[in-house]
T-cell receptor, first 114, second 112 residues
């Protein structure tokens, strides 16, 4: 299976600042997904990152807060903008398996906002 | 009703015993079901996939699927302390655009 590298692995940020998370895959993939996992909660899909077009956001998530870039088929970034303590979560990038059903996850970014 | 439901636990089992985890889902036409293991502070790791009714075994893990009753379960035989983790059930929900929808997870604690 593909290797998914995500960085930073963790960060502590101040309220009102922004953080960009990078996700690099060692092979070309059509779709990449960004998930959020709030403390003690399950995974919630933020958006699907599409190469060559704007990301598709899930209900409750907006581009101004979570801008996403997908410059090529191996790389994507998620920015968490104007952060507040409520944004403290694990952020995960993921790619689908060969049959586009299962997902494989990067190592995650543990974000704490003070 | 949540689309994918799990008992949050913790499920406490003695070492060597069988841990039994259950998951129910709302979308009757779902076809793909997955179990992920997540250690504290780590990302989810896929451990089982199941697509047809019945049992599927892989090492100490057995996944069981019953589409008529809309539940999928995971059995962990000969539980080890290293199995202590949160187990996430995930289902392809057609109503959600065939996206993978996760349950809240069951925390398992295996006591030596």
């Amino acid at each position: 299976s593909a290797v998914i590298s995500q960085k930073p692995s963790r960060d502590i940020c101040q309220r009102g600042t922004s953080l960009t998370i990078q996700c690099q895959v060692d092979s070309q993939v059509t779709m990449m997904f960004w998930y959020r996992q709030q403390p003690g909660q399950s995974l919630t899909l933020i958006a699907t990152a599409n190469q060559g077009s704007e990301a598709t956001y899930e209900s409750g998530f907006v581009i101004d807060k979570f801008p996403i870039s997908r410059p090529n088929l191996t790389f994507s970034t998620l920015t968490v903008s104007n952060m507040s303590p409520e944004d403290s979560s694990i952020y995960l990038c993921s790619i689908p398996g060969a049959t586009n059903e299962k997902l494989f996850f990067g190592s995650g970014t543990q974000l704490s906002v003070l | 009703q949540k689309e994918v439901e799990q008992n949050s636990g913790p499920l406490s089992v003695p070492e060597g015993a069988i841990a039994s985890l259950n998951c129910t889902y709302s979308d009757r036409v779902s076809q793909s079901f997955f179990w992920y293991r997540q250690y504290s502070g780590k990302s989810p790791e896929l451990i089982m996939s199941i697509y047809s009714n019945g049992d599927k075994e892989d090492g100490r893990f057995t996944a069981q699927l019953n589409k008529a009753s809309q539940y999928v379960s995971l059995l962990i035989r000969d539980s080890q302390p290293s199995d202590s983790a949160t187990y996430l059930c995930a289902v392809n929900i057609k109503a959600a655009g065939n996206k993978l929808t996760f349950g809240g997870g069951t925390r398992v604690l295996v006591k030596p």
